[in-house]
């Protein structure tokens, strides 16, 4: 999002790092100050506004990595409950392989579950959650499984949800 153009991923997370008894140092690493010049990348975010105005577009596909609950509206989490219109619901926790210590699921068996679901390579992906953290591990998951064009909404539910001029379902 602000323009990295080589960065990695440890799948698994620290978790995995450690449950497989890598080496880890709780010293601090001190490091340079540095002067990285920050420039946000189009085509990263999506806003309310843009959410609004591509509800009906059938080349984008909404992800709502909230639990289903949270989708039906069971969970309330914030002023009205349900889900963005046309929205499809991929739970975060879905993405992971607990037998392989919280690692991504295998890549072919990820991209089969999100086919099923409408989510597909040549259309644009906006992945949503409560806050953008559930939905930030989707944004990741899919840009590793080659996805060219996903959006993360980080206002996720708790704007969508807490504006009266917002459509639900």
């Not at 607990?98 to 990820?110: D, G, S």
Request: charged share 25%.
């Amino acid at each position: 999002m602000i323009g990295h153009s080589r960065y990695s991923l440890l799948n698994g997370g620290l978790h995995a790092w450690t449950n497989e008894r890598h080496p880890v140092n709780a010293q601090p690493v001190r490091r340079p100050r540095s002067s990285y010049p920050v420039t946000f990348r189009d085509g990263a975010v999506a806003d309310k506004n843009y959410i609004l105005e591509h509800l009906r577009d059938p080349g984008v596909v909404i992800v709502d990595a909230r639990s289903p609950a949270e989708y039906r509206g069971e969970n309330r989490r914030a002023e009205r409950a349900g889900h963005i219109p046309g929205a499809v619901n991929f739970d975060w926790v879905n993405e992971i392989d607990r037998t392989r210590n919280l690692r991504l699921r295998p890549a072919e068996e990820l991209k089969q579950l999100l086919s099923q679901m409408g989510v597909t390579p040549d259309k644009e992906v906006i992945a949503y959650c409560q806050t953008h953290h559930r939905s930030a591990h989707t944004y990741m998951m899919l840009k590793s499984l080659g996805y060219p064009r996903v959006r993360g909404y980080p206002g996720s539910w708790s704007e969508w949800g807490n504006s009266p001029d917002t459509p639900i379902e």
